[in-house]
């Protein structure tokens, strides 16, 4: 009864460095999303894909990369890490693009950039 | 665009107590609205949602009425318990947003025995 999975859940990263965030769902999602929150700001929408080798931009995609080579499996990269990635990152996936469906969400990846 | 708007907290209450949290949208046709709840060191997870007007969503005691003449869509719960403290988010999802959901600000709710 795993649902969504994130790793790592803690990460301290230089300015500059890169990583990635995984997300895996097991549920055959179509549609997979990372989010970011930050204090006072809600969660704000980075990257989304409806399904394999289908992605998009969000609300503040600049700085972060995503694929989807698989419908379980939707990493989030930082290709050059900078302080005001510092945040709080949810991956959450739905069973299609609907309007009406519940969203699933991961336990939260938490970043700090020094 | 499309918005939402909650009431700012944290808003703290006593054990029983009635609990109201406002929430407020904009945004052209019919939205779906809901209301998703973060509890300490947890992700999201759905609380209720609505998808037409006047429909009320409801669970664990937690309802919520979307009414398209005040565009609001206001949680309430009779009776709150040390429980249901967590961060409450309002959200809705429209044609307009390309059926992303647009999310609030989150409210903290502390409820003190």
């Known amino acids: 009864n795993a649902g969504v999975t994130q790793t790592p859940k803690f990460q301290v990263l230089k300015t500059g460095q890169s990583m990635t965030l995984q997300c895996a769902q097991d549920m055959n999602h179509e549609y997979m999303s990372w989010y970011r929150q930050d204090p006072g700001m809600g969660l704000r929408l980075i990257h989304y894909?409806?399904?394999?080798?289908?992605?998009d931009q969000g609300e503040v995609p600049n700085g972060y990369n995503v694929s989807r080579s698989t419908t379980e499996d939707f990493p989030l990269r930082l290709l050059s890490a900078a302080p005001s990635q510092t945040s709080v990152y949810f991956c959450?996936?739905?069973?299609?693009?609907?309007?009406?469906?519940?969203?699933?969400f991961g336990e939260g990846s938490r970043l700090t950039v020094l | 665009g499309n918005s939402v708007t909650q009431m700012e907290g944290p808003v703290t209450l006593s054990e029983e107590a009635f609990l109201t949290i406002n929430c407020t949208y904009t945004?052209?046709?019919?939205?779906?609205l809901f209301w998703y709840v973060q509890y300490p060191g947890e992700g999201l997870q759905l609380l209720l949602k609505a998808t037409k007007a006047d429909d009320k969503g409801s669970n664990k005691g937690f309802e919520a009425t979307y009414r398209k003449e005040t565009t609001s869509f206001h949680l309430e719960k009779g009776s709150v318990q040390v429980s249901d403290s967590a961060v409450y988010f309002c959200?809705?999802?429209?044609?307009?947003?390309?059926?992303?959901?647009?999310w609030g600000a989150g409210t903290k709710l502390i409820i003190k025995p």
């Open positions: 894909s409806v399904g394999a080798g289908i992605t």
């Open positions: 945004a052209t046709g019919y939205p779906s």
């Open positions: 959450a996936s739905r069973f299609d693009r609907s309007n009406t469906g519940e969203l699933f």
């Open positions: 959200a809705l999802s429209g044609m307009d947003s390309n059926y992303q959901l647009i």
